[in-house]
């Protein structure tokens, strides 16, 4: 069966730090991958999506960045972390487009 | 620009009811949608998807439905019970699926 892992769970950085979260995906191949930011009393705002390595579609301008070096991996980075980059981040892939999304856990930000 | 809004933002019902969300959208040309629910502080689940040819779907206590023309779809939990209470997403996938557009979510209370 597919799994999908993200880590950290929680993550506590200073202003102007960089960042770098890693999720990867196992049991399937060529997923598509998404990354999701849950801010505090706001929905989910789709960040980056890919469609195979090397491929990524972003949706949102910001000062966080997304790679793909991996078929199942899906990193999201900053070189400088904001006070308005703290929320929940969420990575999710899917098969085929017409299939469902799934999640993994989460990484809870908290900027200081 | 697609926008999803959902309606109520929050519900609290006793234990044993049957009960409705409500998932609006603007823009009618949707790939698919998909209910997830999303346990404080967790990833979110995925309930049902369902294609932009289909009018619902099913599993176990919950039926989603779709009418694409009004830009609604309609969650129905039968005999809700305490395990049920959770913040329930819909998300609309555009060209696709690929950029799915959340809605900010209704947050469910079943009381014993």
């Known amino acids: 069966s597919q799994t999908i892992h993200q880590w950290p769970a929680t993550l506590v950085q200073p202003v102007g730090s960089p960042l770098s979260l890693e999720c990867t995906v196992e049991?399937?191949?060529?997923?598509?991958l998404y990354w999701y930011r849950q801010a505090a009393g706001r929905g989910l705002q789709l960040l980056f999506y890919?469609?195979?390595?090397?491929?990524i579609s972003s949706e949102v301008p910001q000062n966080l960045s997304a790679s793909r070096p991996q078929d199942r991996q899906f990193i999201l980075s900053s070189k400088k972390l904001l006070l308005s980059d703290s929320g929940f981040y969420l990575c999710?892939?899917?098969?085929?487009?017409?299939?469902?999304?799934?999640f993994g856990d989460g990484t809870r930000l908290s900027i200081l | 620009k697609q926008e999803v809004t959902q309606i109520p933002a929050a519900l609290s019902v006793p234990e044993g009811e049957n009960l409705v969300l409500n998932c609006s959208f603007t823009?009618?040309?949707?790939?698919?949608l998909q209910w997830f629910r999303q346990d404080p502080g967790k990833g979110l689940t995925s309930l049902l998807l369902?294609?932009?040819?289909?009018r619902e779907q099913t599993s176990g206590r919950l039926n989603a439905s779709l009418d694409k023309s009004s830009g609604r779809s309609t969650l129905y939990i039968a005999a809700s019970q305490p395990g049920d209470s959770a913040t329930y997403l819909c998300?609309?996938?555009?060209?696709?699926?690929?950029?799915?557009?959340f809605g900010p979510g209704t947050r469910l209370s079943v009381l014993p």
């Open positions: 999710a892939w899917s098969g085929q487009s017409n299939q469902p999304q799934h």
């Open positions: 049991g399937t191949s060529n997923p598509n």
């Open positions: 890919s469609v195979g390595i090397g491929q």
């Open positions: 823009d009618s040309a949707i790939y698919n």
């Open positions: 369902i294609q932009s040819s289909q």
């Open positions: 998300a609309v996938g555009g060209f696709y699926g690929q950029n799915f557009v």
